[in-house]
């Protein structure tokens, strides 16, 4: 039975609810994969440790998101806003879009998610 936010492993009660939710998630994906639940609890509980320091909460003043994504657009590569449809710029390759947004983030103190061509995320830059 999957774990879910009112109802997961008691090794997980003291965790933020952010932490312990992305721990559920992990751990939970493992148990389909066939892990054993204990050995499952732990690979979630340090991988849920590690994505929260490479993906901190990130509040805008003005309501909208400030994290930079670098993401596959069209053939090329976007930097966008977190949460917004429209990219703030296009590139070519994924390496001049990174350095673009490290340099955007840079003046403006925020954080850039580089993801995989795939969606998934590759890594990240605080600027905080």
Known sequence: MPWTKRNYPPSLKNFEP??????VEIANAL???GYEAGRAIAIATSQAKEWNENHPEQEAASGTAVNLRVVPHEGS???K???SRQP?????TKE??????KQIASDENICVI????DG???KSFNYR
Do not use: D, F, M, S
Request: positive net charge; proline residues 3%; charged residues 35%.
């Open 31 to 33: 148990l389909e994969e």
């Open 88 to 92: 703030e710029a296009v590139a070519p």
């Open 114 to 117: 580089v993801h995989r061509r």
């Open 18 to 23: 952010r932490v312990r939710g992305k721990a």
């Open 96 to 101: 001049a879009a990174e350095n673009k947004a």
């Open 120 to 122: 998934t995320v590759e």
């Open 77 to 79: 590569w976007a930097i």
């Open 81 to 83: 806003r977190q949460g």
